[in-house]
Protein backbone atom coordinates (compact mmCIF):
# COMPACT_ATOMS: atom_id res chain seq x y z
CA UNK A 1 0.00 0.00 0.00
CA UNK A 2 1.31 3.69 -1.11
CA UNK A 3 1.63 6.48 2.07
CA UNK A 4 -1.14 9.09 0.84
CA UNK A 5 -0.45 12.54 1.74
CA UNK A 6 -3.25 15.51 0.84
CA UNK A 7 -1.97 19.13 0.32
CA UNK A 8 -3.14 22.33 -1.30
CA UNK A 9 -0.56 22.53 -3.57
CA UNK A 10 2.02 20.48 -4.27
CA UNK A 11 5.60 21.88 -5.61
CA UNK A 12 7.56 19.25 -7.48
CA UNK A 13 10.96 19.98 -7.88
CA UNK A 14 12.96 22.87 -5.03
CA UNK A 15 15.35 24.31 -7.45
CA UNK A 16 15.29 28.11 -7.72
CA UNK A 17 11.90 27.84 -9.76
CA UNK A 18 10.20 25.06 -7.24
CA UNK A 19 11.77 27.20 -4.02
CA UNK A 20 10.40 30.76 -5.14
CA UNK A 21 7.08 29.04 -5.95
CA UNK A 22 6.70 27.11 -2.84
CA UNK A 23 7.90 29.89 -0.03
CA UNK A 24 5.05 32.21 -1.50
CA UNK A 25 2.24 29.94 -1.72
CA UNK A 26 2.93 28.63 1.95
CA UNK A 27 3.18 32.46 2.95
CA UNK A 28 0.04 32.96 1.07
CA UNK A 29 -1.36 30.28 3.73
CA UNK A 30 -1.66 27.32 1.41
CA UNK A 31 -0.48 23.96 2.73
CA UNK A 32 2.16 23.49 0.88
CA UNK A 33 4.61 20.50 0.03
CA UNK A 34 7.55 20.90 -2.04
CA UNK A 35 9.37 17.26 -3.37
CA UNK A 36 12.79 16.93 -3.91
CA UNK A 37 14.50 13.44 -5.85
CA UNK A 38 17.98 15.04 -4.28
CA UNK A 39 19.40 15.03 -0.86
CA UNK A 40 18.39 17.89 1.68
CA UNK A 41 22.31 19.18 2.26
CA UNK A 42 23.58 22.04 3.68
CA UNK A 43 25.49 24.51 1.51
CA UNK A 44 28.60 23.89 2.65
CA UNK A 45 28.41 19.51 2.87
CA UNK A 46 31.08 20.10 0.51
CA UNK A 47 33.45 21.94 -1.06
CA UNK A 48 32.32 23.80 -4.48
CA UNK A 49 33.39 22.10 -7.43
CA UNK A 50 34.80 19.31 -5.57
CA UNK A 51 34.50 15.46 -6.73
CA UNK A 52 32.38 15.24 -3.36
CA UNK A 53 30.20 17.64 -4.45
CA UNK A 54 29.64 16.10 -8.11
CA UNK A 55 29.17 12.79 -6.68
CA UNK A 56 26.24 14.00 -3.60
CA UNK A 57 24.83 16.85 -5.48
CA UNK A 58 24.65 16.82 -8.99
CA UNK A 59 22.20 14.81 -11.41
CA UNK A 60 23.70 11.53 -12.61
CA UNK A 61 26.81 12.79 -10.78
CA UNK A 62 27.99 14.96 -13.81
CA UNK A 63 27.55 13.11 -16.72
CA UNK A 64 24.65 13.77 -18.90
CA UNK A 65 24.81 13.83 -22.08
CA UNK A 66 22.64 15.40 -25.22
CA UNK A 67 23.90 13.25 -28.07
CA UNK A 68 24.69 15.04 -31.65
CA UNK A 69 27.69 16.27 -33.58
CA UNK A 70 28.98 17.75 -31.53
CA UNK A 71 27.23 16.27 -28.47
CA UNK A 72 26.88 18.25 -25.30
CA UNK A 73 27.53 17.20 -21.53
CA UNK A 74 25.27 19.15 -19.49
CA UNK A 75 25.23 19.57 -15.53
CA UNK A 76 22.40 19.82 -13.24
CA UNK A 77 21.96 20.36 -9.34
CA UNK A 78 20.23 17.64 -7.94
CA UNK A 79 19.58 17.92 -4.49
CA UNK A 80 17.58 20.70 -2.16
CA UNK A 81 17.84 23.45 -3.69
CA UNK A 82 19.15 22.54 -7.28
CA UNK A 83 21.03 24.00 -9.45
CA UNK A 84 21.46 26.76 -7.17
CA UNK A 85 23.74 24.81 -4.70
CA UNK A 86 26.30 23.70 -7.30
CA UNK A 87 25.96 27.05 -8.92
CA UNK A 88 27.64 30.24 -8.88
CA UNK A 89 25.50 32.60 -8.43
CA UNK A 90 26.50 34.96 -11.06
CA UNK A 91 22.86 37.09 -11.78
CA UNK A 92 22.03 39.13 -14.44
CA UNK A 93 18.19 40.12 -15.15
CA UNK A 94 16.82 39.39 -18.49
CA UNK A 95 18.40 41.39 -21.28
CA UNK A 96 15.01 43.92 -22.69
CA UNK A 97 15.65 42.57 -26.47
CA UNK A 98 15.33 38.96 -25.12
CA UNK A 99 12.20 39.93 -23.37
CA UNK A 100 10.94 41.47 -26.20
CA UNK A 101 11.48 38.55 -28.81
CA UNK A 102 9.64 36.45 -26.50
CA UNK A 103 6.69 38.33 -26.26
CA UNK A 104 6.60 38.99 -29.87
CA UNK A 105 7.45 35.32 -31.41
CA UNK A 106 5.70 33.51 -28.69
CA UNK A 107 3.61 36.10 -27.63
CA UNK A 108 4.19 35.83 -24.11
CA UNK A 109 2.09 38.55 -22.03
CA UNK A 110 3.42 41.25 -19.57
CA UNK A 111 6.81 40.11 -20.10
CA UNK A 112 8.50 43.27 -20.51
CA UNK A 113 11.15 44.86 -18.27
CA UNK A 114 8.91 47.07 -16.47
CA UNK A 115 6.45 44.40 -15.92
CA UNK A 116 9.16 41.89 -14.50
CA UNK A 117 11.27 44.81 -12.24
CA UNK A 118 9.27 44.09 -9.32
CA UNK A 119 9.17 40.42 -9.66
CA UNK A 120 13.18 41.04 -9.65
CA UNK A 121 13.14 43.16 -7.07
CA UNK A 122 11.56 40.91 -5.05
CA UNK A 123 13.23 37.97 -5.38
CA UNK A 124 16.29 39.86 -4.76
CA UNK A 125 15.42 41.79 -1.48
CA UNK A 126 15.30 37.70 -0.57
CA UNK A 127 18.15 36.40 -1.91
CA UNK A 128 20.58 39.12 -1.88
CA UNK A 129 22.67 39.91 -5.32
CA UNK A 130 26.14 42.09 -5.06
CA UNK A 131 29.13 42.91 -6.65
CA UNK A 132 32.22 42.04 -5.65
CA UNK A 133 33.74 44.43 -2.85
CA UNK A 134 36.96 45.67 -3.87
CA UNK A 135 39.30 44.50 -7.06
CA UNK A 136 38.61 41.58 -8.67
CA UNK A 137 41.13 38.64 -8.83
CA UNK A 138 43.69 38.73 -11.52
CA UNK A 139 42.67 36.01 -13.17
CA UNK A 140 39.35 38.05 -13.62
CA UNK A 141 40.91 41.28 -14.21
CA UNK A 142 43.11 39.99 -16.91
CA UNK A 143 39.91 39.16 -19.04
CA UNK A 144 38.70 43.06 -18.64
CA UNK A 145 42.08 44.07 -19.36
CA UNK A 146 42.53 42.11 -22.82
CA UNK A 147 38.71 43.09 -24.01
CA UNK A 148 39.41 46.60 -23.11
CA UNK A 149 42.99 46.39 -25.02
CA UNK A 150 40.68 45.42 -27.94
CA UNK A 151 38.42 47.95 -27.30
CA UNK A 152 35.45 45.73 -26.01
CA UNK A 153 33.91 46.48 -23.13
CA UNK A 154 33.85 44.22 -20.02
CA UNK A 155 31.97 44.62 -16.88
CA UNK A 156 31.70 42.60 -13.59
CA UNK A 157 29.09 40.08 -13.26
CA UNK A 158 27.09 40.71 -9.78
CA UNK A 159 26.71 37.37 -7.63
CA UNK A 160 23.80 35.99 -5.30
CA UNK A 161 26.28 36.29 -2.42
CA UNK A 162 26.68 37.92 0.59
CA UNK A 163 29.91 39.14 0.94
CA UNK A 164 30.23 39.77 4.39
CA UNK A 165 29.35 36.76 5.76
CA UNK A 166 31.02 35.10 2.42
CA UNK A 167 27.72 32.91 1.77
CA UNK A 168 26.11 31.77 -1.54
CA UNK A 169 22.40 32.83 -1.08
CA UNK A 170 21.16 29.80 -3.11
CA UNK A 171 18.08 28.28 -2.18
CA UNK A 172 18.64 26.40 0.74
CA UNK A 173 20.05 29.81 2.24
CA UNK A 174 17.29 31.83 1.55
CA UNK A 175 14.33 31.04 0.02
CA UNK A 176 13.80 27.48 1.40
CA UNK A 177 13.77 28.76 5.20
CA UNK A 178 11.27 31.48 4.83
CA UNK A 179 9.22 28.07 3.50
CA UNK A 180 9.46 26.55 6.18
CA UNK A 181 9.09 29.45 8.49
CA UNK A 182 5.70 29.92 6.47
CA UNK A 183 4.52 26.33 7.65
CA UNK A 184 5.68 24.63 4.20
CA UNK A 185 6.71 21.10 4.22
CA UNK A 186 10.18 19.54 2.47
CA UNK A 187 10.19 16.02 1.49
CA UNK A 188 14.12 15.06 0.59
CA UNK A 189 14.50 12.15 -1.61
CA UNK A 190 11.17 12.10 -2.85
CA UNK A 191 10.98 11.09 -6.72
CA UNK A 192 7.93 11.69 -8.78
CA UNK A 193 7.20 9.46 -11.55
CA UNK A 194 3.75 10.59 -12.33
CA UNK A 195 0.99 13.00 -12.48
CA UNK A 196 -2.78 12.35 -13.67
CA UNK A 197 -6.04 14.49 -13.02
CA UNK A 198 -8.24 12.67 -10.97
CA UNK A 199 -11.66 14.16 -9.38
CA UNK A 200 -10.76 17.60 -10.01
CA UNK A 201 -7.66 16.89 -7.93
CA UNK A 202 -3.87 16.24 -8.96
CA UNK A 203 -2.32 13.16 -8.03
CA UNK A 204 1.08 12.39 -7.79
CA UNK A 205 2.94 9.25 -7.67
CA UNK A 206 6.46 9.41 -6.06
CA UNK A 207 8.91 6.69 -4.50
CA UNK A 208 10.30 7.62 -1.31
CA UNK A 209 12.88 5.30 0.08
CA UNK A 210 11.95 2.62 -2.62
CA UNK A 211 8.33 2.81 -0.99
CA UNK A 212 5.64 4.17 -2.84
CA UNK A 213 3.44 7.41 -1.77
CA UNK A 214 0.58 8.94 -3.22
CA UNK A 215 -0.27 12.95 -3.28
CA UNK A 216 -3.32 14.35 -3.79
CA UNK A 217 -3.00 18.26 -4.30
CA UNK A 218 -5.64 20.97 -5.51
CA UNK A 219 -3.11 22.96 -7.45
CA UNK A 220 0.31 21.48 -8.64
CA UNK A 221 3.54 23.09 -10.27
CA UNK A 222 6.29 21.17 -12.32
CA UNK A 223 9.63 22.63 -11.35
CA UNK A 224 12.15 19.54 -11.88
CA UNK A 225 14.15 21.32 -14.25
CA UNK A 226 14.47 22.08 -18.36
CA UNK A 227 15.30 18.38 -18.81
CA UNK A 228 13.38 16.44 -16.05
CA UNK A 229 10.54 18.29 -16.13
CA UNK A 230 9.28 17.51 -19.60
CA UNK A 231 10.43 13.73 -19.05
CA UNK A 232 7.97 13.77 -16.43
CA UNK A 233 5.18 15.41 -18.06
CA UNK A 234 5.68 12.95 -21.23
CA UNK A 235 5.59 9.82 -18.85
CA UNK A 236 2.47 10.91 -17.76
CA UNK A 237 0.59 11.49 -21.39
CA UNK A 238 1.32 15.45 -21.79
CA UNK A 239 3.10 16.11 -24.82
CA UNK A 240 2.29 19.05 -26.35
CA UNK A 241 5.17 20.99 -27.50
CA UNK A 242 6.85 19.60 -24.24
CA UNK A 243 10.32 18.71 -24.84
CA UNK A 244 10.88 19.47 -28.25
CA UNK A 245 12.69 22.72 -27.44
CA UNK A 246 15.34 22.24 -25.12
CA UNK A 247 18.45 24.78 -25.41
CA UNK A 248 21.90 25.17 -23.64
CA UNK A 249 24.16 27.81 -23.52
CA UNK A 250 27.22 25.48 -24.96
CA UNK A 251 30.73 26.31 -24.34
CA UNK A 252 34.31 26.16 -25.60
CA UNK A 253 37.13 27.13 -22.75
CA UNK A 254 40.83 27.78 -23.54
CA UNK A 255 43.20 28.41 -20.67
CA UNK A 256 45.81 31.13 -20.41
CA UNK A 257 49.26 30.20 -18.93
CA UNK A 258 50.66 34.13 -17.56
CA UNK A 259 53.64 34.75 -16.59
CA UNK A 260 52.66 35.72 -12.93
CA UNK A 261 50.23 34.51 -10.13
CA UNK A 262 46.55 34.71 -10.99
CA UNK A 263 45.53 31.97 -9.20
CA UNK A 264 45.68 32.47 -6.28
CA UNK A 265 44.48 30.16 -3.51
CA UNK A 266 41.90 32.19 -1.59
CA UNK A 267 41.12 34.33 -4.39
CA UNK A 268 37.10 35.28 -4.78
CA UNK A 269 35.52 33.49 -7.34
CA UNK A 270 36.31 35.54 -11.09
CA UNK A 271 33.40 37.82 -12.55
CA UNK A 272 34.21 39.51 -15.51
CA UNK A 273 32.34 38.95 -18.39
CA UNK A 274 32.39 40.33 -21.97
CA UNK A 275 29.15 40.86 -22.95
CA UNK A 276 29.67 43.28 -26.59
CA UNK A 277 29.30 40.28 -28.67
CA UNK A 278 26.11 38.97 -27.28
CA UNK A 279 24.21 37.10 -28.83
CA UNK A 280 25.97 36.15 -30.74
CA UNK A 281 28.56 34.91 -28.03
CA UNK A 282 29.77 35.84 -24.69
CA UNK A 283 32.70 35.07 -22.86
CA UNK A 284 33.72 34.87 -19.20
CA UNK A 285 36.12 33.19 -16.75
CA UNK A 286 35.77 29.71 -14.58
CA UNK A 287 36.65 28.89 -11.34
CA UNK A 288 40.23 27.73 -12.63
CA UNK A 289 40.86 24.66 -9.78
CA UNK A 290 43.96 21.74 -10.95
CA UNK A 291 41.11 19.23 -11.52
CA UNK A 292 39.31 21.58 -13.10
CA UNK A 293 42.12 22.59 -15.23
CA UNK A 294 43.20 18.82 -15.86
CA UNK A 295 39.49 18.26 -16.92
CA UNK A 296 39.33 21.06 -19.13
CA UNK A 297 42.73 20.14 -20.77
CA UNK A 298 41.80 16.72 -21.31
CA UNK A 299 43.00 16.10 -24.85
CA UNK A 300 45.87 19.37 -24.75
CA UNK A 301 48.45 17.72 -22.77
CA UNK A 302 51.17 20.48 -23.86
CA UNK A 303 49.09 22.94 -21.56
CA UNK A 304 48.13 20.10 -19.15
CA UNK A 305 51.78 19.45 -18.26
CA UNK A 306 52.23 23.17 -16.43
CA UNK A 307 49.05 22.54 -14.01
CA UNK A 308 51.55 20.28 -11.32
CA UNK A 309 54.41 23.69 -11.09
CA UNK A 310 52.04 26.49 -12.03
CA UNK A 311 48.22 26.27 -11.59
CA UNK A 312 48.56 29.78 -10.11
CA UNK A 313 50.06 31.04 -13.61
CA UNK A 314 46.66 29.86 -15.32
CA UNK A 315 43.51 30.84 -15.62
CA UNK A 316 40.15 28.47 -17.64
CA UNK A 317 37.84 30.88 -19.25
CA UNK A 318 35.06 30.28 -21.45
CA UNK A 319 32.69 31.40 -24.60
CA UNK A 320 29.15 30.22 -25.20
CA UNK A 321 26.28 31.15 -27.15
CA UNK A 322 22.93 29.40 -27.88
CA UNK A 323 24.06 26.82 -30.19
CA UNK A 324 22.05 23.72 -29.99
CA UNK A 325 18.12 22.60 -30.60
CA UNK A 326 17.26 19.30 -28.62
CA UNK A 327 14.56 17.04 -27.50
CA UNK A 328 14.01 15.06 -24.57
CA UNK A 329 12.45 11.82 -24.96
CA UNK A 330 11.38 9.14 -22.67
CA UNK A 331 12.69 5.18 -23.40
CA UNK A 332 10.89 2.63 -22.55
CA UNK A 333 11.84 1.11 -19.10
CA UNK A 334 14.53 3.60 -18.59
CA UNK A 335 14.80 6.01 -15.39
CA UNK A 336 16.72 8.78 -17.41
CA UNK A 337 15.25 10.44 -20.49
CA UNK A 338 17.19 10.44 -23.65
CA UNK A 339 18.40 13.84 -25.09
CA UNK A 340 19.39 14.41 -28.52
CA UNK A 341 20.76 17.66 -30.02
CA UNK A 342 21.09 19.24 -33.22
CA UNK A 343 23.19 22.06 -34.45
CA UNK A 344 22.53 25.10 -36.94
CA UNK A 345 26.22 25.64 -38.50
CA UNK A 346 25.94 29.08 -38.34
CA UNK A 347 25.46 29.10 -34.47
CA UNK A 348 28.57 26.41 -34.22
CA UNK A 349 30.63 29.40 -36.50
CA UNK A 350 29.93 31.83 -34.19
CA UNK A 351 30.74 29.87 -31.42
CA UNK A 352 34.10 28.90 -32.86
CA UNK A 353 34.58 32.71 -33.87
CA UNK A 354 34.05 33.75 -30.12
CA UNK A 355 36.66 30.92 -29.42
CA UNK A 356 38.68 32.67 -31.48
CA UNK A 357 37.82 36.37 -30.06
CA UNK A 358 38.70 34.74 -26.28
CA UNK A 359 41.98 33.75 -27.25
CA UNK A 360 42.79 37.28 -28.97
CA UNK A 361 41.79 38.75 -25.53
CA UNK A 362 43.79 36.19 -23.85
CA UNK A 363 46.91 37.42 -25.68
CA UNK A 364 46.08 41.08 -25.32
CA UNK A 365 46.12 40.26 -21.46
CA UNK A 366 49.56 39.46 -21.88
CA UNK A 367 48.83 35.70 -21.87
CA UNK A 368 52.57 33.99 -22.53
CA UNK A 369 50.58 30.69 -23.83
CA UNK A 370 47.15 30.09 -24.64
CA UNK A 371 45.23 26.75 -25.15
CA UNK A 372 42.14 26.33 -27.22
CA UNK A 373 40.67 23.11 -25.33
CA UNK A 374 39.68 21.31 -27.80
CA UNK A 375 41.13 18.01 -28.65
CA UNK A 376 44.36 17.79 -30.66
CA UNK A 377 44.49 21.48 -31.10
CA UNK A 378 48.49 23.06 -30.69
CA UNK A 379 48.97 25.47 -27.80
CA UNK A 380 49.52 29.27 -28.80
CA UNK A 381 52.08 31.20 -27.58
CA UNK A 382 51.31 34.50 -30.08
CA UNK A 383 47.92 35.31 -31.69
CA UNK A 384 50.01 35.06 -34.63
CA UNK A 385 49.60 31.28 -34.21
CA UNK A 386 46.27 31.31 -34.45
CA UNK A 387 46.38 31.13 -38.13
CA UNK A 388 47.31 27.57 -37.56
CA UNK A 389 43.71 26.94 -36.11
CA UNK A 390 41.01 24.48 -38.09
CA UNK A 391 38.98 27.02 -40.17
CA UNK A 392 35.88 25.93 -38.54
CA UNK A 393 35.13 23.92 -35.66
CA UNK A 394 36.85 20.15 -35.97
CA UNK A 395 32.54 18.88 -35.01
CA UNK A 396 34.19 15.59 -34.75
CA UNK A 397 36.63 15.90 -31.83
CA UNK A 398 34.75 18.99 -30.25
CA UNK A 399 33.03 18.43 -26.81
CA UNK A 400 31.20 20.96 -25.84
CA UNK A 401 29.58 21.49 -22.59
CA UNK A 402 26.95 23.32 -21.00
CA UNK A 403 25.48 24.46 -17.34
CA UNK A 404 22.66 25.98 -18.46
CA UNK A 405 19.81 24.17 -20.06
CA UNK A 406 15.84 25.75 -20.57
CA UNK A 407 12.94 26.14 -22.83
CA UNK A 408 11.94 22.83 -22.95
CA UNK A 409 8.46 23.63 -22.68
CA UNK A 410 8.31 27.83 -23.51
CA UNK A 411 4.89 29.74 -22.14
CA UNK A 412 3.61 32.00 -24.32
CA UNK A 413 0.14 32.49 -26.20
CA UNK A 414 1.68 31.21 -29.75
CA UNK A 415 -0.17 27.83 -28.95
CA UNK A 416 1.48 26.59 -31.94
CA UNK A 417 4.42 26.43 -30.01
CA UNK A 418 4.49 26.56 -26.80
CA UNK A 419 3.68 24.39 -23.99
CA UNK A 420 1.76 26.80 -21.26
CA UNK A 421 0.07 29.98 -21.91
CA UNK A 422 1.76 33.38 -20.59
CA UNK A 423 1.61 32.05 -16.98
CA UNK A 424 2.89 28.78 -17.25
CA UNK A 425 -0.27 26.89 -17.05
CA UNK A 426 -0.13 23.93 -19.11
CA UNK A 427 -2.13 24.62 -22.34
CA UNK A 428 -5.60 22.32 -22.21
CA UNK A 429 -4.81 20.93 -18.52
CA UNK A 430 -7.10 22.17 -15.75
CA UNK A 431 -4.58 23.32 -12.48
CA UNK A 432 -1.40 22.17 -14.19
CA UNK A 433 2.15 24.63 -14.25
CA UNK A 434 5.09 24.61 -14.64
CA UNK A 435 7.55 26.94 -12.90
CA UNK A 436 11.23 26.48 -13.81
CA UNK A 437 13.52 26.96 -16.37
CA UNK A 438 11.69 24.81 -18.96
CA UNK A 439 9.19 27.91 -19.16
CA UNK A 440 12.12 30.07 -20.94
CA UNK A 441 11.09 30.58 -24.50
CA UNK A 442 14.74 30.64 -25.92
CA UNK A 443 18.77 31.39 -24.58
CA UNK A 444 18.33 33.52 -21.96
CA UNK A 445 21.76 34.76 -22.75
CA UNK A 446 22.68 36.46 -19.48
CA UNK A 447 22.85 34.13 -16.60
CA UNK A 448 19.77 32.64 -16.26
CA UNK A 449 19.37 31.62 -12.72
CA UNK A 450 17.90 35.43 -12.08
CA UNK A 451 15.01 35.03 -15.17
CA UNK A 452 14.08 31.95 -13.71
CA UNK A 453 13.44 33.13 -10.47
CA UNK A 454 11.72 36.05 -11.61
CA UNK A 455 9.32 34.55 -13.72
CA UNK A 456 8.23 31.81 -11.11
CA UNK A 457 7.60 34.71 -8.99
CA UNK A 458 5.00 36.56 -11.49
CA UNK A 459 3.54 33.16 -12.15
CA UNK A 460 2.98 32.03 -8.62
CA UNK A 461 1.29 35.08 -7.51
CA UNK A 462 -0.35 34.92 -10.71
CA UNK A 463 -1.25 31.60 -9.65
CA UNK A 464 -2.16 32.55 -6.28
CA UNK A 465 -4.65 35.24 -7.11
CA UNK A 466 -6.78 32.42 -9.32
CA UNK A 467 -6.35 30.30 -6.57
CA UNK A 468 -4.37 27.69 -8.58
CA UNK A 469 -7.64 27.55 -11.12
CA UNK B 1 42.97 -14.75 -19.95
CA UNK B 2 39.64 -13.04 -20.25
CA UNK B 3 38.39 -9.92 -20.35
CA UNK B 4 36.85 -7.71 -17.21
CA UNK B 5 35.79 -4.31 -17.00
CA UNK B 6 36.95 -3.42 -13.65
CA UNK B 7 40.18 -4.43 -13.73
CA UNK B 8 40.20 -2.59 -16.93
CA UNK B 9 39.27 0.59 -15.34
CA UNK B 10 41.31 -0.25 -12.48
CA UNK B 11 44.47 -0.43 -14.93
CA UNK B 12 43.45 2.72 -17.15
CA UNK B 13 43.04 4.60 -14.15
CA UNK B 14 46.57 3.41 -13.00
CA UNK B 15 48.21 3.90 -16.69
CA UNK B 16 46.80 7.58 -16.65
CA UNK B 17 47.80 8.81 -12.73
CA UNK B 18 51.13 7.85 -13.20
CA UNK B 19 51.65 9.37 -16.69
CA UNK B 20 50.36 12.73 -15.63
CA UNK B 21 51.38 12.74 -11.91
CA UNK B 22 54.79 10.03 -11.37
CA UNK B 23 55.38 9.26 -7.87
CA UNK B 24 52.78 12.31 -6.51
CA UNK B 25 49.86 10.12 -8.33
CA UNK B 26 47.34 8.63 -5.83
CA UNK B 27 45.20 6.47 -8.24
CA UNK B 28 43.09 4.85 -5.74
CA UNK B 29 41.41 8.51 -5.02
CA UNK B 30 41.61 8.75 -9.17
CA UNK B 31 39.74 5.26 -9.08
CA UNK B 32 37.14 6.10 -6.72
CA UNK B 33 35.83 9.32 -8.20
CA UNK B 34 35.78 7.43 -11.21
CA UNK B 35 33.73 4.25 -9.92
CA UNK B 36 31.83 6.71 -8.00
CA UNK B 37 30.67 8.77 -11.11
CA UNK B 38 29.90 5.90 -13.24
CA UNK B 39 27.79 4.71 -10.91
CA UNK B 40 25.62 7.43 -11.35
CA UNK B 41 25.31 7.79 -15.32
CA UNK B 42 21.50 7.07 -17.03
CA UNK B 43 20.96 3.38 -16.86
CA UNK B 44 20.29 3.62 -20.37
CA UNK B 45 24.56 3.80 -21.42
CA UNK B 46 25.44 1.28 -19.05
CA UNK B 47 25.42 -2.03 -21.13
CA UNK B 48 26.66 0.38 -24.16
CA UNK B 49 29.83 1.44 -21.33
CA UNK B 50 30.37 -2.12 -20.14
CA UNK B 51 30.72 -3.46 -24.01
CA UNK B 52 32.90 -1.10 -24.62
CA UNK B 53 35.11 -1.89 -21.65
CA UNK B 54 35.13 -4.93 -22.22
CA UNK B 55 35.75 -4.80 -26.20
CA UNK B 56 38.92 -1.94 -24.91
CA UNK B 57 40.20 -5.01 -22.85
CA UNK B 58 40.02 -7.85 -25.38
CA UNK B 59 42.01 -5.74 -27.86
CA UNK B 60 45.23 -6.68 -26.79
CA UNK B 61 45.03 -10.42 -26.81
CA UNK B 62 45.32 -11.51 -30.44
CA UNK B 63 48.39 -9.29 -30.83
CA UNK B 64 49.66 -9.63 -27.28
CA UNK B 65 47.97 -12.76 -25.88
CA UNK B 66 46.74 -10.66 -22.86
CA UNK B 67 44.16 -8.20 -22.09
CA UNK B 68 44.52 -4.74 -21.33
CA UNK B 69 44.86 -4.97 -17.76
CA UNK B 70 47.62 -7.47 -17.83
CA UNK B 71 49.82 -5.36 -20.35
CA UNK B 72 52.73 -3.14 -18.84
CA UNK B 73 52.73 0.29 -18.12
CA UNK B 74 54.28 1.35 -21.82
CA UNK B 75 51.73 -0.91 -23.77
CA UNK B 76 48.73 -0.10 -21.54
CA UNK B 77 50.25 3.60 -22.68
CA UNK B 78 50.58 2.93 -26.35
CA UNK B 79 46.81 1.55 -26.63
CA UNK B 80 44.96 4.48 -24.74
CA UNK B 81 47.17 6.73 -27.25
CA UNK B 82 45.92 4.80 -30.29
CA UNK B 83 41.86 4.79 -28.61
CA UNK B 84 42.65 8.40 -28.14
CA UNK B 85 43.45 8.98 -31.51
CA UNK B 86 40.95 6.54 -33.27
CA UNK B 87 38.95 7.38 -36.27
CA UNK B 88 36.07 5.20 -34.52
CA UNK B 89 33.84 7.93 -32.78
CA UNK B 90 32.81 5.10 -30.05
CA UNK B 91 36.65 4.54 -28.93
CA UNK B 92 37.44 8.21 -28.47
CA UNK B 93 34.64 8.45 -26.52
CA UNK B 94 35.05 5.70 -24.24
CA UNK B 95 38.83 7.40 -23.29
CA UNK B 96 37.29 10.74 -23.48
CA UNK B 97 35.21 9.55 -20.59
CA UNK B 98 37.69 7.50 -18.68
CA UNK B 99 40.60 10.02 -19.12
CA UNK B 100 38.18 12.84 -18.11
CA UNK B 101 37.26 11.52 -15.01
CA UNK B 102 40.58 10.12 -14.10
CA UNK B 103 42.53 13.79 -14.80
CA UNK B 104 39.65 15.20 -12.53
CA UNK B 105 40.09 13.09 -9.62
CA UNK B 106 43.75 13.16 -10.05
CA UNK B 107 43.82 16.33 -8.11
CA UNK B 108 41.94 15.95 -5.08
CA UNK B 109 40.58 18.66 -3.27
CA UNK B 110 42.64 19.06 -0.12
CA UNK B 111 45.28 19.59 -2.74
CA UNK B 112 42.77 22.75 -3.79
CA UNK B 113 42.33 25.46 -1.64
CA UNK B 114 40.42 27.35 -4.02
CA UNK B 115 37.19 24.82 -4.04
CA UNK B 116 35.71 25.89 -0.74
CA UNK B 117 32.03 26.54 -0.56
CA UNK B 118 32.71 29.69 1.48
CA UNK B 119 34.80 32.07 -0.12
CA UNK B 120 37.91 33.78 1.25
CA UNK B 121 37.57 36.91 1.98
CA UNK B 122 40.47 39.17 0.33
CA UNK B 123 38.27 40.84 -1.67
CA UNK B 124 40.71 43.84 -2.29
C1 LIG C 1 27.53 23.96 -12.30
C2 LIG C 1 26.46 24.98 -12.59
C3 LIG C 1 26.80 26.32 -12.62
C4 LIG C 1 25.82 27.29 -12.91
N1 LIG C 1 26.15 28.62 -12.82
C5 LIG C 1 25.15 29.54 -12.89
C6 LIG C 1 25.41 30.90 -12.60
O1 LIG C 1 26.52 31.27 -12.19
N2 LIG C 1 24.39 31.79 -12.75
C7 LIG C 1 23.14 31.40 -13.16
O2 LIG C 1 22.27 32.26 -13.31
N3 LIG C 1 22.88 30.11 -13.41
C8 LIG C 1 23.83 29.17 -13.26
N4 LIG C 1 23.54 27.85 -13.44
C9 LIG C 1 22.18 27.50 -13.89
C10 LIG C 1 21.15 27.59 -12.78
O3 LIG C 1 21.59 26.88 -11.66
C11 LIG C 1 19.83 27.03 -13.33
O4 LIG C 1 19.40 27.86 -14.39
C12 LIG C 1 18.74 26.97 -12.28
O5 LIG C 1 19.14 26.19 -11.18
C13 LIG C 1 17.49 26.37 -12.91
O6 LIG C 1 16.48 26.30 -11.94
P1 LIG C 1 15.27 25.31 -12.10
O7 LIG C 1 14.35 25.57 -10.96
O8 LIG C 1 14.73 25.41 -13.47
O9 LIG C 1 15.85 23.81 -12.04
P2 LIG C 1 16.93 23.08 -11.14
O10 LIG C 1 17.78 24.02 -10.41
O11 LIG C 1 17.55 22.07 -12.03
O12 LIG C 1 16.05 22.32 -10.04
C14 LIG C 1 15.21 21.25 -10.34
C15 LIG C 1 15.12 20.36 -9.11
O13 LIG C 1 14.10 19.40 -9.32
C16 LIG C 1 14.53 18.14 -8.84
N5 LIG C 1 13.80 17.08 -9.56
C17 LIG C 1 13.99 16.70 -10.85
N6 LIG C 1 13.15 15.69 -11.16
C18 LIG C 1 12.42 15.44 -10.06
C19 LIG C 1 11.39 14.52 -9.76
N7 LIG C 1 10.93 13.65 -10.68
N8 LIG C 1 10.85 14.52 -8.51
C20 LIG C 1 11.32 15.39 -7.56
N9 LIG C 1 12.29 16.29 -7.78
C21 LIG C 1 12.83 16.32 -9.03
C22 LIG C 1 16.01 18.15 -9.15
O14 LIG C 1 16.68 17.18 -8.35
C23 LIG C 1 16.41 19.58 -8.87
O15 LIG C 1 16.84 19.75 -7.54
C24 LIG C 1 24.49 26.88 -13.19
C25 LIG C 1 24.15 25.53 -13.16
C26 LIG C 1 25.12 24.58 -12.85
C27 LIG C 1 24.72 23.13 -12.83
Known amino acids: MADRLRVDVAVLGSGP ?49 AFGKPSISYMEGCCVGGGSEVNRGLYHRTPAYVLDRW ?48 GWDSMQAPRLFDYASGRKQSMSETFIPQFRRAGGDLMAGTRALRIARTNRRWRVSAVRDRRPLEIEADGLFVACGAVQTPALLRRSGIRHNVGNSLRFHPMLKAVALFSDAVNRPGDPDPVHQIKAFEPRFGIGCSISSPALLALALGGNPAMRAHIAQASDRMGLYYVQNGSGHARVRCLPGARDPFVSVAHERNE ?53 SSVHVFASCPMGGNQRITATDSWGRVHGVDGLRIADASLMCGPTIANPQGSVMAIAHRNALHAIERRFA | ?71 RHEERLRQIDAWERSVLGPCRMLMTLYVSLTLFGLWPDDQDEKSGQQENRRYG
Not at chain 1, 367 to 387: F, I, K, N, Y
Request: hydrophobic share 45%; with cysteine.
Open chain 1, 17 to 65: GGSVTAALCAEAGFQTLLLEEGPDLPLDACRHFSGEEIVRKYRNRGLSL
Open chain 1, 348 to 400: LEALYDGLRHLLRALFAAGAEAVQPCLPGLPMLRSAAEMDALPASLPRKSASL
Open chain 2, 1 to 71: MMPDARSAIRALVEAVARRERGDAAQPDVALRFVTDSLGGMPGYLRPPLHLATLAFDAWPIVSRGRPFHRL
Open chain 1, 103 to 150: AREYQVDALTPDALAPHFDACEARARVAGLPGRAPPLSQRLGDGGAAL
